[in-house]
């Protein structure tokens, strides 16, 4: 049984390049969210999905962000023209259903130089 | 002891001690609450959860307590081991997302 995959485990952008992280939920599970941490703090919530929905995206930023979970593949959480303050871990956790337990993944590592 | 300061607040036992870890919620309609475990380069990891309409749950060497009258949580780790080092954070949730308190650092020492 394979938990909640993510990848790449690091990655690396120049300021103004985009950044796609990407997670595949754990087998069965269709819900699917997203969230950010910064080193020595908690995680903040970001978005959460359903297949081919946005449920809430109350935690994204306005600009630059955008998150899809398809009917086929993974969940893609897409930044454009990174800035230095995205540098951060970024984790996805998938659940059963709403409400249920969420399982997180490695979570990527993403650095911005 | 424990000690708060820029950095995460941090909680220092000795192997074979008992731990308690702390945290205070925000949302008195919060109805469920987790505690996760974080070890350094990975993500959480459930250890316990409780509902609202309880106020102790058991696990293995592990126990949650809820005071809904205050909006405290905390996490009792019997018999510490080397093992529990790990930031510990508790997350509350009254629709599907998850409010994560900022953590506490556990560490064992022999």
């Known amino acids: 049984n394979a938990g909640v995959m993510q990848n790449p485990r690091h990655l690396v952008r120049r300021r103004g390049q985009e950044a796609r992280l990407r997670c595949s939920p754990m087998?069965?599970?269709?819900?699917v969210y997203w969230y950010r941490q910064l080193p020595e703090e908690g995680l903040k919530f970001m978005v959460y999905?359903?297949?081919?929905?946005?449920?809430?995206e109350s935690g994204m930023p306005k600009e630059r962000f955008s998150a899809e979970f398809p009917k086929e593949g993974p969940s893609i959480l897409r930044i454009q023209q990174v800035v230095r303050g995205d540098s951060a871990a970024y984790f996805c956790?998938?659940?059963?259903?709403?409400?249920?337990?969420?399982?997180f993944g490695p979570g990527t590592r993403l650095t911005v130089l | 002891g424990e000690s708060v300061g820029l950095h995460l607040p941090t909680l220092s036992v000795q192997e074979g001690d008992n731990s308690i870890i702390n945290c205070a919620y925000s949302?008195?309609?919060?109805?469920?609450f987790i505690w996760y475990k974080q070890e350094s380069g990975k993500g959480p990891q459930f250890i316990i959860d409780?509902?609202?309409?309880?106020d102790k749950r058991q696990g293995q060497r592990v126990t949650v307590l809820l005071n809904k009258t205050v909006k405290h949580l905390s996490l009792q780790i019997a018999a510490t081991q080397p093992g529990d080092s790990a930031v510990y954070f508790c997350?509350?949730?009254?629709?599907?997302?998850?409010?994560f308190g900022t953590g506490t650092r556990l560490q064992v020492f022999p």
């Open positions: 956790a998938s659940s059963l259903g709403s409400g249920d337990e969420q399982f």
């Open positions: 087998k069965g599970h269709s819900h």
């Open positions: 999905l359903q297949k081919e929905n946005i449920i809430d």
């Open positions: 949302n008195s309609a919060s109805d469920y």
């Open positions: 409780i509902r609202s309409n309880m």
């Open positions: 997350a509350e949730s009254n629709t599907d997302k998850l409010i």
